[in-house]
């Protein structure tokens, strides 16, 4: 049994079958094969193992003529590997004592040479690991031949490890087959771990080294709530989840009466709380909840849907779903967040990803740089904001100057669209994400400008802290209890309440139950969520009163490291809801 921790991202727990990516993008299908069967597939292990040889041989040929004898070398060690009889002999072993499939045999011995390669402690060995790893994909791919089962075409269910997937690849991921995942890097608020949340996977990132450990096929649990992942785990183990599976499930039935139920505090001070969602279909998540409109739609997700460049007709059908939903609520559409960090291609010059893309050119500096992009868009949304209240925000912003020439932007836009003479509304409100430290110093100057603010403190806490939201190394100083994460939130909320700017907070932050009493005690009366948390948060935001939380807040601002803040907002919480955490 293999247990790894990282971070939980998508709540529930589930079991499968595992697919490993990282190698190849393909599974493994069959783990067993019948009795009967053993020398059948002892013959296609060997006409594999066949192939392979043939194939290095004449990889060997081609680097000694080319290259020199010593290159040539290095193939040699790989043929005389796959006809080494103790390997084979292992294999056939475990086909015939096991009922193994020769895939899984193959895999299964060939990792456990890598990994003793590995842990000898030496560079030189370390390389050989990969040269094993190189052979193992070379045997695996004679032997599965056209049965290769990719990501995307999956025919039975799984739970996918890899070492990273990448947003688009979690985008496209089919929920009917792929139960749950664990990647080895990503943050807590990596767009990987917020699509995993959208799609209601379970699921669970930054757990470190695991790939090259499994072979694909062993049963293993992901529990998307503790943030665990175990592999071929024993029967005591096994139980174990089957109990916290019945807990997660329980506590979502206690809740669920909340989903009619107002987010309103104990004293009757109404809270706004709204939904992020990435793809039309999450409307469901969020009303089914009865959540207070859509206070982030991530719209940068239709572009990692498909291959092709969504059409102004594409966004339009899209917001129209959204909006029709919410025809009396609010639904604040993103523009584009769009950079080299989620999407290359969107980029016309492949140098514009910069050295750094996170400090790059995304987000409104790629609307503004590539305004056919930008107007296609921002026409659609004037068109839709026909159906319901829709109100346009701008990512990113960091200078009053960005934030003009946006405007402008809409302003021509606007001008477009009744020359053409299609219907559109003209005075949707403008707003802004407060998630860059920048415009968090200005936002006494913001307020003057725009319609609304929302906090997004996944970036904000990133640039505050310099800290890459999803990189696992630098976790311990992400932190959206840090002093200065909350100076900055008091400015944004002392700006708005001067100027009489609504303020939300769509980040992360919000949709953790701790930080609820701390928010609303700033003063915060909108927050935008995670839908799978609203019924929770609704829990806590009803078991306080204002003054409480505003005692807690106060609290949580005289202290001035992020730990502190933390630790105590996590015993407040548990004084407050003690059946909350599971
Ligand atoms: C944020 O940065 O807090 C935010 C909500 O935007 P995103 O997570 O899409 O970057
Ligand atoms: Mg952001």
Request: glycine share 6%; with cysteine; aromatic share 6%.
């Amino acid at each position: 049994m293999l247990l790894k921790r990282g971070i939980a991202v998508s709540p529930g727990v589930v079991q499968g079958p595992t697919l490993v990516l990282g190698l190849e993008d393909f599974r493994i299908p069959h783990q067993f094969v019948s009795v009967d069967a053993v020398d059948t597939e002892i013959a296609r292990l060997h006409l594999a193992l066949e192939a392979a040889g043939r194939e290095i041989s004449e990889n060997e040929q081609l680097a000694s003529d080319q290259l020199g004898k010593q290159y040539g070398a290095i193939f040699a060690a790989h043929r005389q590997m796959v006809q080494d009889p103790k390997l084979v002999g292992e294999i056939e072993e475990l086909i015939r004592e096991k009922t193994y499939s020769p895939e899984f045999a193959t895999s299964r011995v060939l990792r456990r040479y890598a990994q003793v390669f590995r842990s000898l402690g030496n560079p030189y060995m370390a390389e050989r690991a990969a040269d094993i790893r190189d052979l193992e994909k070379r045997v695996l791919h004679h032997l599965l031949g056209e049965r290769r089962e990719e990501l995307t075409q999956l025919t039975a269910p799984v739970v996918v490890l890899a070492h990273n997937l990448t947003p688009s690849e979690t985008a496209r991921l089919d929920k009917k087959y792929v139960l749950g995942f664990a990647t080895e890097i990503g943050g807590h608020t990596s767009h990987t771990a917020i699509l995993a949340g959208a799609l209601e996977i379970p699921a669970v990132v930054g757990v470190g080294h695991l790939v090259t450990d499994v072979a694909g096929g062993e049963m293993a649990i992901i529990d998307g709530t503790r943030g665990e992942v175990i592999v071929d785990p024993d029967e005591a183990t096994l139980s174990n989840y089957r109990d916290s599976e019945k807990r997660f499930r329980s506590m979502a039935q206690r809740l669920r009466p909340l989903n009619s139920l107002p987010a309103e505090t104990h004293d009757g001070t109404r809270i706004q709380l709204m939904g992020n969602i990435e793809f039309p279909e999450e409307v469901d998540h969020c009303t089914d909840r009865g959540a207070d409109g859509i206070g982030l739609y991530r719209t940068e997700f239709l572009y990692l849907e498909t291959d092709r460049e969504p059409t102004e007709e594409d966004h339009y059908d899209a917001y129209c779903r959204v909006v029709s939903a919410f025809n009396n609520q609010a639904v604040i559409i993103r523009t584009l967040d769009l950079g080299a960090d989620k999407i290359p291609s969107a980029l016309d010059n492949p140098d514009a990803a910069g050295p750094n893309p996170v400090l790059g050119l995304r987000s409104i500096r790629l609307s503004l740089q590539n305004l056919p992009l930008f107007k296609t868009q921002l026409r659609a949304i004037l068109r839709a904001a026909v159906l319901g209240d829709v109100r346009i925000m701008f990512p990113l912003v960091a200078t009053l100057l960005e934030l003009r020439q946006a405007k402008m932007i809409v302003s021509d836009v606007v001008e477009d669209l009744e020359d053409a003479g299609v219907p559109f509304r003209r005075d949707v409100p403008i707003g802004m994400m407060m998630e860059v430290p920048s415009a968090a110093m200005m936002a006494e100057e913001f307020a003057q400008e725009v319609d609304f603010f929302s906090i997004g403190t996944n970036d904000l806490i990133q640039y505050t802290l310099a800290a890459d939201r999803s990189d696992q190394n630098v976790a311990n100083l992400y932190r959206p209890g840090a002093p200065s994460i909350l100076r900055l939130i008091r400015r944004v909320v002392t700006a708005g309440r001067n100027h009489n700017v609504p303020v939300t907070v769509c980040g992360q932050m919000s949709s953790d139950p701790k930080f609820i009493p701390l928010l609303v005690g700033m003063g915060l009366r909108q927050l935008s969520v995670t839908p799978h948390a609203i019924p929770e948060l609704k829990d806590v935001i009803r078991s306080i009163t204002v003054s409480q939380a505003e005692g807690i807040a106060a609290h949580a601002e005289t202290l001035d490291v992020a730990r502190d803040v933390e630790n105590y907002l996590r015993s407040e919480i548990d004084r407050i809801c003690p059946d909350l955490v599971i």
